[in-house]
């Protein structure tokens, strides 16, 4: 694998997945210096009472300042703003890129504003926790998980390449996609799930006739784990729905189109129906799993990569 290193690594924002590629990039000495901005002055105290970045400034201006990976951390919908606010602070020849789970809309929220002499290279690590904040990351997020990244044209090639090798050697497998057909994959494998999670859980919590004290109690590994997803950042999903909105709907009428023929075979005593798609949705967890993407132990207990690094310290 080739080797690469940054003189100064600015992370705009410093949450779960930010504070991941600091510890990471710390970790595998990929720059010099990593500096972040932080619009709170206790995620700015976090960052640097947990040493996973030299410095941590309030305005986003001072971190882009002098570095030449830049890579924006917050939710979607700030990038536009903040693309404007640090465009003239950007050094000549440094790359600019994201980690937002859309990417159509990350290409025209960020790239028209900034200078001709960065490189825009958006991408998005196919990784995460339900938790957020510094405090949340390891470095050990990335580890066989993909990141995708969707260039415009915005980029030479070196830049690509480099911005590849950043993320193989924090452990990710990388891939080139269209930003539209990226929008397409995540809408089915990431944002309705989501979605269908934020559903159910709001309506077990809205029924009448269960208390909420008995969903929590008699909760099992379907709910619960629906329970795990409903957990994550609000603020990062909301900007998430509002700008793959075309996607998100696309699917969400297959989907619907799908839970009604479930519900017919159902309403039918269809049994041999229900079978039939209970055994090809079977055969998806295995794929994944002999995919890498996860593993065959069930969940209850499982002893997660950050949860084990505490267990060994």
């Known amino acids: 694998m080739s080797e690469v290193k940054f003189k100064r690594l600015a992370l705009i924002g410093i949450g779960l997945i930010g504070s ?73 020849g440094a790359i600019v890129t994201d980690v937002g789970s859309v990417k159509n809309a990350v290409v025209k929220a960020i790239g028209p504003h900034l200078p001709d002499h960065v490189d825009f290279i958006p991408g998005h690590p196919v990784a995460g926790t339900e938790k957020s904040g510094p405090a949340a990351g390891f470095a050990e ?7 995708i990244l969707t260039p415009t044209g915005q980029a030479s090639e070196d830049s690509i390449k480099k911005l590849s090798v950043f993320w193989t050697a924090m452990g990710s497998k990388v891939e080139a996609m269209d930003p539209e057909h990226h929008d397409l994959v995540l809408a089915i494998t990431s944002h309705i799930p989501h979605l269908i999670a934020y559903n159910i859980v709001g309506t077990a919590d809205d029924l009448e006739d269960v208390t909420q004290s ?26 998430v729905f509002l700008h793959n909105k075309d996607a998100v709907l696309e699917m969400l009428g297959r989907f619907t189109e799908d839970l009604t023929a479930l519900q017919r075979a159902i309403r039918r005593d269809d049994g041999e129906t229900l079978f039939e798609i209970f055994s090809r949705t079977r055969a998806i967890r295995r794929q994944i799993i002999d995919a890498g993407q996860e593993t065959p132990e069930p969940d209850f207990g499982r002893v997660h990569a950050a949860e084990d690094l505490d267990h060994k310290a």
């Open 141 to 147: 997020l990335f580890i066989g998980r993909w990141c």
């Open 214 to 239: 008995e969903v929590i109690k008699y909760s099992a590994g379907g709910f619960r784990d629906f329970t795990r997803i409903a957990a994550s950042d609000p603020t990062m999903w909301r900007d």
């Open 20 to 92: 991941s590629i600091a510890r990471s990039a710390r970790l595998h000495n990929l720059a010099d210096e990593i500096v972040c901005a932080a619009r709170t002055a206790d995620t700015r105290r976090v960052a640097l009472e947990l040493g996973i970045v030299d410095t941590a400034y309030e305005n986003p201006l001072d971190a882009v300042k002098g570095s030449d990976l830049v890579i924006f951390c917050t939710p979607v919908g700030t990038y536009e703003t903040l693309a404007k606010l640090v465009a003239p602070a950007l050094e000549k």
